[in-house]
């Protein structure tokens, strides 16, 4: 594939490369490899269960050290409400109130979130504040029918003109409703981050935002920060970045040739939360904790949930100790036979590390070398929860291209469902990926790794999209969790279902966690 001048300047302008772009386009010609499954990670293997005592040990140490290294919570929060108002978009764009009722068009139409919409309506947070803007726009609101007064509080909520909560981002809209006040996302990880993620009385959150929303996002913390801070006795410091215009791929046609705009220019997308890997890599921090912007609790379930976070925080904190002392002593050279052995079965049973079959051949130099290099590496624990049957990714065991085997997260769309045999490994998993990781990415040394090195981007993904009517592949990134963190070190381990509460449909505001009665 040529590029002509004009294609090159508009790469290096998007600080691209032309390798790159080969690189890309290759992948789609070859196409992305499904992952090749094992077996499904399971309680005892590859899955831990912590006993009560366990759980309290690990907040002890979590309590004892946090006040001694640094601390971030870090939220891709650049997601728009967009998703989550998918049934009332179409009800609002097909439903006719003089041709048929409400009742018919979701029996019509089979929208079980839309009947539960309005069953549910007054509870929804944002109900009066809706309906407040709702007679301002329509004073004479009353004197319609039920059907078209339900039309005219889902157009007053959506409309462009009008509230428009469809642009905005999820971390801004009101989730919970208190006595006194309307609660953002964006607040209640505030609260939440103090409980967990405040070290000497101070917390750090960093957001990625779309940089349309940056001023949003500000001025909801200007509003909050005196309040949430008097209240926690904790001070806050924000940081915002973006999903760098670098880390954007190339789209192409369905016949792998590049997409180009009306006037001639290369199309390029978003690479999905996989590009937010370079955000993670500019933090210099010992302890980052990861959840989604819409993953949040009301407050009476904060303490409970922030438990959790703090065990797989000490958990963290003891792994790394352990992995800390080993290198120390590897680098040094020193060690026996049994030193090795130990060493060995450390990251085995601790890390889930599969040794190789090989090891016992190797000699003590190599041998020395080879364990160096599976302890030196960035390590995440990752809790999981018990599948409910939610669509999205679960711990797998994983064979890749040099037929290591290790634990990942996986998507289904990375899952190969034609395979009889890789289905029936899916339909087995226990487990589900509820996105709430806590990370080390400091080596022994205190120096942060260059995280682009343990990805594996052979894990992209390939979908297919339409632009003004035509279609298109776009590529996206080895996900944030799922083959950006490939090499990592990786623990899985049991968390209960209180500990995931994500809002992808505006019903989910309904469930009892996102509730104050």
Partial sequence: ????????????????????????????????????????????????????????????????????VSIAKFVPASGAATRMFKSLF???????PENETINSFINRTKDADLSLFFVGLEKLPFYDKVLEKLKEFYPNYESWSNDKQKLLFAKTMLDEDKMNYGFYPKGLLPFHKYKDHLATAFEEHLFDGALYASTNKSTFLHFTISERHKEMFEEEFEKLQNIVESKTNTTFKIAFSYQKESTDTIAVTPKNEPFREDNGELTFR????????????????????????????VYKYEDKVAEYKKMLAGMLLEKQHQVFKYLEVLERG??????????????????????????????????????????????????????????????????????????????SAQIDKDNKNQTKILESATHFNPVDLVCGIKNYKGEVFDLQKFTDP????????????????????????????????????????????????????????????
């Fill in 1 to 68: 594939m040529k590029f002509t001048d004009k294609d090159i300047l508009q790469i290096e302008n998007k600080g691209l490369t032309l390798a790159k772009m080969k690189s890309q386009l290759e992948l789609f010609e070859s196409g992305t490899p499904f992952a090749d499954l094992t077996a499904a990670a399971t309680v005892g293997h590859g899955i831990v269960e912590c006993s009560e005592d366990e759980k309290n040990k690990y907040i002890h140490r979590f309590e004892e050290q946090r006040n001694n």
């Fill in 90 to 96: 179409r009800f609002i764009e097909e439903f006719v």
């Fill in 334 to 411: 020193e060690l026996s036979e049994q030193d090795l052995i130990e060493i060995a079965e450390f990251l085995a049973n601790q890390l889930n590390v599969v040794i190789s079959t090989e090891f016992e051949k190797y000699s003590k130099k190599y041998q020395i070398e080879y364990l160096f290099d599976k302890l030196n590496r960035p390590m995440r624990i990752c809790g999981m929860v018990k599948n409910e049957g939610e669509p999205g990714g679960g711990p797998f065991w994983v064979k890749n291209e040099s037929g290591q085997i290790s634990l990942q997260i996986i998507e």
């Fill in 270 to 297: 978003p690479s999905g939360h996989g590009a937010l890997l370079e955000n993670l890599n500019q933090l210099d921090t010992d302890v980052i904790f990861i959840t989604n912007i819409d993953n949040v609790v």
């Fill in 458 to 517: 052979k894990t992209a993904f390939i979908t297919m999209k339409t632009k003004a009517g035509k279609d298109l592949k776009a590529l996206e990134l080895p996900g944030l969790w799922n083959g950006s963190m490939a090499f990592w070190n990786t623990v899985f381990v049991e968390v209960p279902l209180i500990t995931f509460n994500p809002v992808k449909t505006v019903t989910d505001l309904l469930k009892p966690t996102h509730q104050i009665k």
